[in-house]
């Protein structure tokens, strides 16, 4: 599933690297059934998850059903239980035809589980891989979750992952007025936690609408810190399907605001940039409808032009020279920002585009962040897991 040519990349880079990544084997929470299955035995047990809870070979409502607990229903995220509809696509209801069991959707009429639906069940179980962006909506999703099970007093578990972009923090701070499902929480765009050091944050500063508090509890990943390398196992979503892609995501998602392409609709999903101009560069692409992955990508059967990313030779931290370097290359620059509400949501803020409209370069808005940037590194460390970068 992921390109050998980027884990070559991986293992030959050089001291000159920012992060000094340590060979691990990382044990993720959901593996360590001794640890949290005394919490739910003989418990009626909602889970959160989808095609990456996976223990090994077998999905963890699987290894559940196996051991007799008694799973009552499943609560799926953006993409669906099986990871298998596209950006943006309606989650239905419905049953899961390998166990029975009925599926509720968290992406569709309601994104946080209602109190009926909670009624019965004694505990919920969260499981699901996060890539360690706020723009990624399974954080989201997470912090709903954690608001319904403490309006209902539900106790939440919470099976820790590595986060693939753990390795550092970078990005604005998502300020007042821009909250939305792509910014829930006020947290940089890169926020270096796993989903077990987010709930707590959540949790601990009280970020979401309830009096109480959730009753959490984090299964740890064993053999982890915040050095460590972690190439997913599973591709996360439809458009993120292999390490590379997920490295570049933070620094490629504001394409998703403009009329440049960056690579939806081919096999290279956030691994190119290009658009039907042929002054955007060299290397050319034609963005396809994929059922279930791109269903109506931008410049849909057109050709485009652009960069490749495929062969860079370090790995990929977030960045603002490929957005920057785009929106200087078109006259007009409105013919690039298509949707600047949606750019301001993604960002968190509406100071980023007033900041390169005004000429600033990329070193003066990195510096304008690090104020806020280091007083969300101290909150963070209250709730960190595990050893740090630092």
Known sequence: MFRINFILILLLLSTACSQAFQAQNPVVGAAQTDLYLPLIKDKRVGVVV?????IGDEHLVDVLLGKNVKVDKIFAPEHGFRGDVANGGEIVDGVDAATGLHVYSL???NRKPTAKQLKDLDVMIFDIQDVGCRFYTYISTLHLVLEACAENNVP???LDRPNPNGDYVAGPIRKEGFQSFVGMDPIPIVHGCTVGELAQMINGENW???????DLT?????????NTLYLLPERPSPNLPNDLAVRLYPS???FEATSVSIGRGTDFPFQVIGGPNKELGTFEFIPRSI???SDNPLHKNQICYGIDLRELKEVPTFTLKYFLDFYYKFQNQKDFLTRERWLNLLAGTDDLIEQIRAGKTEAEILKSWKPELEAYKALRKK???YPDFE
């Open 291 to 293: 059922r279930g992955v």
């Open 208 to 214: 979401y609408d309830s009096p109480d508090k959730c």
């Open 252 to 254: 490629l998602c504001f």
């Open 107 to 109: 992406y569709g009429e």
């Open 383 to 385: 709730y960190l897991l």
């Open 50 to 54: 989808n095609n990456t809870s996976m």
């Open 156 to 158: 939440l578990v919470v």
């Open 218 to 226: 984090v299964i740890p990943v064993k053999n982890y810190d915040h």
